[in-house]
């Protein structure tokens, strides 16, 4: 049985194509373990890493990261626009009302879209958004 580690920023650019640049690196790695962070939240991250960092250096970078697939951008309703390195799965969100706080919620079936819409001529769904609103459980707890 072979262990595979699992693959680094430098080889997820180069294999969407992409040029490794050491702000793409740095975005990739602030994301690492922190989904559902703001843009602002990333710049912070990439700016601890680097230093000196351009705002929109850093939504230039999302942008072609998103675009390459390395990462998928979110914005529930009423909250700031995230980004997550979790992608091509099919999955969903549950928000926090209090806190803000998402979490990831699995699709239950195996194949996107987890949820078709009656039949829509003309139209093939490839992918279904679910956001599930509610408490978290740190503010069920402290409620």
């Known amino acids: 049985m072979t262990l595979s580690t699992p693959p680094t920023p430098e080889n997820s650019l180069r294999a969407a194509g992409l040029r490794v640049t ?15 962070q703001t843009a602002a939240d990333i710049a912070l991250g990439v700016r601890s890493q680097m230093g000196k960092v351009a705002t929109q250096t850093v939504y230039d ?13 979110i914005q529930p309703a009423g909250h700031a626009m995230s980004y997550e390195s979790r992608v091509g799965d099919n999955h969903h969100h549950a928000i926090c009302r209090r806190c803000g706080s998402i979490s990831d919620i ?20 490839d992918e279904a ?9 740190r503010c069920l707890t402290a409620a």
């Open 61 to 73: 970078v999302l942008e072609a990261l998103v675009a390459a697939g390395l990462l998928r951008r």
């Open 106 to 125: 699995d699709c239950l079936p195996a194949t996107a879209p987890c949820l078709a819409p009656p039949e829509l001529p003309q139209f093939i769904p």
């Open 129 to 137: 958004e679910i956001t599930f609103w509610g408490l978290c459980a």
């Open 22 to 36: 050491k702000q793409r690196v740095a975005v990739l790695r602030s994301l690492d373990g922190r989904p559902h």
